[in-house]
């Protein structure tokens, strides 16, 4: 059995935790996708966990080390630090933090690498070797549109404004194909 934990921004991604049931959560579509790229590489069943991003403030503060996050990607590093922690301490074989670059944090970095690398630093940085950064750009309804196009011309969709008030920006173009649909 694969231990799993995840944390992701909100019940379209990742999930939401299931108030009526805590052991249990309601998992998004993001979840869905991990989930299938795991049961495709291993025959392993999966425990999986939600941790809602509010569990990091009540975690604890920690200092951010200057040379590995900056002011501009801080927030993606502590995020993933105090993930590698809770996972450590939950004994877990693998954590994944999905963070959108959709710009809606005023600290947002512009490069998508950056950002990455600044979740990975977190994660080593935890003590914690098995995080996973999924980083879509610049949303994860980006990824669901390339699925929904048969993965063709996905490139451009990267490149959509992240900026939710955008009558560009990838969740109403879903919007939009539902109501086609």
């Not at 992701?8 to 996708?33: H, I, Q, V, W």
């Not at 005023?106 to 950064?133: C, K």
Request: with cysteine.
């Amino acid at each position: 059995m694969i231990s799993l934990l995840l944390s992701g921004e909100g019940k379209t991604d990742m999930g939401e935790l299931n108030y009526a049931d805590p052991s249990r959560f309601n998992k998004g579509p993001m979840t869905c996708l991990a989930e299938m790229v795991i049961k495709h590489c291993t025959d392993e069943t999966l425990d999986m966990e939600l941790i809602h991003k509010s569990q990091f403030t009540q975690k604890g503060h920690i200092k951010l080390p200057g040379k590995k996050s900056d002011k501009t990607t801080g927030y993606f590093y502590k995020n993933a630090y105090l993930l590698g922690q809770i996972a450590l301490e939950k004994g877990c074989d693998v954590a994944i933090l999905f963070r959108d670059t959709d710009g809606t944090h005023s600290t947002m970095p512009s490069n998508w690498r950056i950002l990455v690398q600044s979740i990975l630093d977190g994660f080593e940085d935890s003590g914690f070797q098995n995080g996973v950064a999924m980083v879509p750009k610049p949303t994860g309804e980006a990824w669901i549109l390339c699925c929904l196009q048969h993965y063709q011309h996905c490139k451009q969709l990267e490149n959509l404004p992240g900026n939710q008030v955008s009558s560009n920006h990838p969740k109403k173009i879903i919007q939009l194909k539902e109501t086609i649909l």
